[in-house]
């Protein structure tokens, strides 16, 4: 499939809910499984992404990716200008800089509202040294905790690989019933794009996925696939307790399988597919765009 086949959109037409967008493409890790390992690409045009947002027809949830968002000098000016836009600011980010308790203070005063924090090793740098590369696992659990603190909104994404991490699922589900707000936690398979391990072991499979949720959740598979968002997604909230705040919002994605060909407006809407500002800053499905320009933007 051609890359230029993609559906598009301008930015006054966004069918998205969600919005990724691309900051940095630097990092200061070199993890085993990273979906966008090109590091040659310049950063992302503030004033251009700002005309973007500018042109969007309704709020926005606007994710800010890399590389890792946080390396851009300019985090804190370009979350508050998105919150003065109109539109909910979102980091998608390994954590190390989270790590500083002032730093989440600065983006908490900016406008951010919610985290998004890679946790593959949870607690274990052995795990953190096969998957990511370095031992980090005490940086990264210090960020879940400032964040909780300052008052930004926490998930943690981790990357399931099998006979190496499994056993993380119970340990960090574990661990997020402790928090005072509602949280997410992401689990997903390897998805066999960019730089992956996907080659080297045997990957968990969708319905891997979902038998692992269910035995630590004690819900049934049957009743977590009623939550189904799309073919390669679930969205459940596992309750914890009767308050709304008693929620721990589990999704589970399926990376090796994706949602490729012309998606519609109508199938946007209809699966809250997530949207990406392609590098001419039009709107682009995300997974599909990560898929056909992985080693490119």
């Known amino acids: 499939m051609d890359p230029q086949s993609i559906i598009t959109f301008e930015p006054s037409e966004s069918p998205f809910e969600a919005i990724y967008v691309d900051i940095t493409h630097r990092c200061q890790m070199a993890c085993a499984n990273c979906y966008l390992p090109n590091r ?8 251009r992404l700002y005309d973007v947002l500018r042109d969007l027809p309704a709020k926005t949830d606007i994710r800010l990716i890399g590389g890792e968002p946080t390396l851009r000098s300019d985090l804190i000016d370009i979350i508050k200008s998105i919150s003065d836009l109109g539109h909910r600011p979102m980091l998608i980010t390994n954590g190390l800089k989270l790590s500083n308790l002032q730093y989440c203070e600065e983006l908490k005063e900016a406008g951010l509202a919610y985290a998004q924090i890679s946790l593959n090793g949870f607690d274990d740098d052995s795990i953190y040294k096969i998957i990511d590369k370095m031992n980090c696992a005490q940086d990264k659990m210090r960020a879940i905790e400032n964040c909780d603190q300052v008052g930004i909104g926490v998930a943690v994404s ?55 949720t269910s035995q630590e959740t004690n ?23 009767p308050k709304r705040s008693e929620t721990i919002w589990i999704k589970l994605t399926d990376w090796q399988n994706y949602p490729l060909g012309v998606i519609d407006r109508e199938v946007i809407i209809k699966n809250s597919v997530k949207g990406r500002i392609s590098q001419d800053f039009k709107l682009v499905p995300f997974f599909e765009h990560v898929k056909l320009n992985e080693f490119g933007y």
């Not at 040659?40 to 004033?47: C, H, K, R, T």
């Not at 991490?165 to 960019?194: A, C, P, Q, W």
């Open 40 to 47: 040659l690409i310049p950063d992302m045009d503030v004033d």
């Open 158 to 212: 981790t990357i399931l690989i099998k006979n190496i991490n499994e056993h993380l699922v119970s340990k960090i589900l574990t661990y997020m019933k402790k928090f005072k707000k509602s949280t997410r936690v992401n689990f997903r398979n390897v998805g066999d794009l960019g730089r992956s391990m996907a080659s080297e072991i045997d990957n968990l499979t969708f319905d891997d996925l979902i038998q692992l």
């Open 219 to 241: 819900v049934s598979a049957d009743e977590i696939k009623k939550y189904m968002s799309s073919p390669n997604q679930i969205r459940f909230p596992y309750k914890i307790g």
